[in-house]
């Protein structure tokens, strides 16, 4: 199995312009978006869990380590399969040096203090995409009984066994509602989280918990009403497919043009991005495993707006910004979500995009055409979106600090290679 230092390795993506998608390409699971919450939840019981369809990235090797300090024991069984032993005994602790490397590994939040009625986990800091707060997550466990303090830099979380509540959260926050779920399941009483996060990321960790017993009703909606229960059963799970890095695809399509069939996704996880890039000009159709994707003329401008879930995701914001690059038309794009998440579009215009940013707005006037550069990836959207840039620029392009894409994406190089896409994931000293 790859190392993380391995994984880690420098290097670059290696991209040009080629001919027109085509062909069939699986998009991984939901390791990052999902996998890592669910290795998390897998804490809530003293039993041995399996979860599958996971790939070693970056983040899970880090989420490993963090599971491992808190006395997890962690080991890959297979392929794409993780076995979490967390029969304990726990040490409810969660390192600075592995938190700051990993924000998801503030998800041993709510299971650590329901399992064991205390949690001391390092403060994450901001990040490439703006500050993060983590006011949600504190007062809806605040809500529950918990007390919660920040001590030399470490979050002290203790409670006798939580008490069921209504939280009524400020913003539909997806860490919030991961915490607060987490927390709620074992907790006394009933809860109720109002203006929860309805990302499909959400929904699967639920359905995870369900069968391990617990009772979470109208997950995927903004209200989740939660039973608590007195214990959970470990069982086997498949995380779901990875709907962004089906979405990156889509969106590769859009900009190099072509035909292609992603599998292992579904439609409706996609609703509003296929809508945007319908307007844009590429058609997308529900194939018997997943969609179709055609692309025949140069793309029309669309304003964007991103939103929480149904909403157009943050996450792809970098990637339709790199398609109106070189669509026809200007375009303005508002980023909602995060507060500082445009430091990209200086590496574009390197490129020879036209791309103004002021704020939570970027006004982008579409080229003819880019052409290739040194750029350099800020975070893992953003980095995908160079790559995806490189296919619709002249010459060639390396995007360098390619380990912000490899966080999220196992194998983005080889998922368009299978497309036909000219892209290589070169290593220092190894080629690719
Ligand atoms: C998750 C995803 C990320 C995605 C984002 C929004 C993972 C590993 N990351 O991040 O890819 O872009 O959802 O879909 O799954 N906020 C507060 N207070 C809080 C919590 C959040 O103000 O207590 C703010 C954040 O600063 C941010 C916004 O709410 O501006 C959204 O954050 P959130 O939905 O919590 O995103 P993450 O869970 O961090």
């Excluded at 006394?188 to 989280?193: F, L």
């Excluded at 307007?279 to 140069?298: I, K, N, Q, S, Y």
């Excluded at 600090?401 to 220092?428: I, N, T, W």
């Amino acid at each position: 199995m790859t190392s993380r230092s391995d994984r880690a390795s420098d290097g670059w993506f290696l991209v040009a312009a080629g001919e027109p998608l085509s062909g069939t390409v699986r998009v991984s699971g939901a390791t990052k978006n999902a996998g890592l919450k669910q290795m998390a939840a897998a804490l809530l019981t003293p039993g041995v869990t399996v979860l599958r369809n996971l790939d070693p990235v970056v983040d899970l090797d880090v989420m490993l380590e963090v599971m491992r300090a808190i006395g997890a024991d962690v080991s890959w069984s297979g392929e794409s399969e993780l076995t979490i032993d967390a029969t304990g005994p726990l040490v409810p602790e969660a390192p600075y040096e592995l938190v700051t490397q990993l924000r998801a590994s503030i998800n041993v939040l709510g299971p650590l203090l329901a399992r064991c009625g205390q949690a001391r986990v390092a403060m994450p800091g901001g990040d490439n995409i703006g500050s993060r707060k983590l006011d949600m997550h504190f007062r809806g466990l605040e809500t529950m009984g918990a007390e919660l303090e920040v001590v030399h830099g470490f979050i002290e979380a203790r409670c006798n066994r939580l008490c069921g509540a209504r939280i009524v959260l400020e913003f539909p926050s997806v860490g919030a509602t991961e915490n607060l779920l987490t927390a709620s399941v074992l907790a006394k009483g009933s809860s109720v989280i109002e203006n929860a996060a309805r990302e499909p990321e959400i929904s699967d960790l639920a359905a995870f918990l369900n069968r391990m017993g617990a009772r979470i009703f109208g997950a995927g909606t903004a209200t989740i009403e939660v039973e608590g229960v007195e214990s959970l059963r470990a069982v086997d799970n498949d995380v779901m497919g990875d709907r962004i890095e089906a979405g990156t695809l889509l969106m590769a399509c859009g900009i190099a043009g072509g035909e292609i069939t992603i599998e292992g996704t579904r439609l409706e996880h996609l609703d509003m991005v296929v809508r945007k890039l319908g307007d844009m000009g590429l058609a997308v159709a529900p194939a018997p495993e997943g969609l179709t994707a055609r692309c025949e003329h140069r793309l029309r401008a669309v304003d964007v707006a991103t939103l929480p879930y149904p909403g157009f995701a943050t996450d792809f914001m970098p990637l339709v910004v790199a398609l109106l690059a070189t669509a026809e038309g200007s375009a303005i794009v508002t980023e909602n979500v995060f507060d500082n998440r445009f430091g990209f579009v200086d590496e574009l215009n390197r490129m020879g995009a036209d791309v103004r940013n002021e704020g939570r707005h970027a006004v982008v006037r579409g080229v003819d055409h880019l052409s290739g550069a040194p750029v350099r990836a800020q975070d893992v959207r953003a980095g995908a979106a160079l790559v995806l840039a490189g296919l619709a620029a002249e010459g060639e392009t390396r995007v360098l600090d390619p380990h912000h894409v490899d966080r999220g994406y196992p194998d983005l190089a080889g998922k368009l290679q299978a497309l036909g896409a000219p892209v290589r994931r070169m290593r220092e000293g190894v080629g690719e």
